[in-house]
């Protein structure tokens, strides 16, 4: 069965210093991959999503970055966090077509 | 373009209340319906889905029905615990593209 790991669980970071979080599916290949922000009390924010290796789409223009470097990791970026950063991040994953998404636990991040 | 629009919250209900979400979709294609769960603290789960026009999904005594004529995926379930308190996300996904369009969630407290 497939299984979706994030980590870490949770982070607090100052203002100015950099991010970077993971995430890894297992149990499958070739998966989508999304990268979500949920600000407290808020929906779900699409920041990034990728349909394979190096290839990633940008959907908010921002301080965030995200990478893909093997088939099932998909990393979010940051070199300088913002107060704004703040938040609940969620990875999940799919295969193509209109098919259900897959969740991970999430990063709660506060930027203090 | 593709949008789902779901009912405001807060819902506050007694426990073994009629529950009620209304979730209405726009889409340029066929798409598929998605209702997830999300309990404080964790991600996502997917609680029922629907692929095709009139079929009804259903899971822990939740049940959408897939309305084309209404473009509506109503949730509904019968008798409320509460258990079910969470926030609960429409979502849709066509087989052209690799995005998920998300409701902004509905909160729902269920009292004793």
């Known amino acids: 069965s497939q299984t979706i790991h994030q980590w870490p669980a949770t982070l607090v970071q100052p203002v100015g210093s950099p991010l970077s979080l993971e995430c890894t599916v297992e149990g499958t290949s070739n998966p989508n991959l999304y990268w979500y922000r949920q600000a407290a009390g808020r929906g779900l924010q699409l920041l990034f999503y990728?349909?394979?290796?190096?290839?990633i789409s940008s959907e908010v223009p921002q301080n965030l970055s995200a990478s893909r470097p093997q088939d099932r990791q998909f990393i979010l970026s940051s070199k300088k966090l913002l107060l704004s950063d703040s938040g609940f991040y969620l990875c999940?994953?799919?295969?193509?077509?209109?098919?259900?998404?897959?969740f991970g636990p999430g990063t709660r991040l506060t930027v203090t | 373009g593709n949008s789902v629009t779901q009912m405001e919250g807060p819902v506050t209900l007694s426990e073994e209340a009629f529950l009620t979400i209304n979730c209405t979709y726009t889409?340029?294609?066929?798409?598929?319906l998605f209702w997830y769960v999300q309990y404080p603290g964790e991600g996502l789960q997917l609680l029922l889905k629907a692929t095709k026009a009139d079929d009804k999904g259903s899971n822990k005594g939740f049940e959408a029905t897939y309305r084309k004529e209404t473009t509506s995926f109503h949730l509904e379930k019968g008798s409320v615990q509460v258990s079910d308190s969470a926030v609960y996300f429409c979502?849709?996904?066509?087989?052209?593209?690799?995005?998920?369009?998300f409701g902004t969630g509905t909160s729902l407290t269920v009292i004793p």
């Open positions: 979502a849709l996904s066509e087989f052209t593209g690799n995005q998920f369009y």
């Open positions: 999940a994953w799919s295969v193509a077509g209109p098919y259900e998404q897959y």
């Open positions: 889409a340029t294609g066929y798409p598929s």
């Open positions: 990728s349909v394979g290796i190096g290839q």
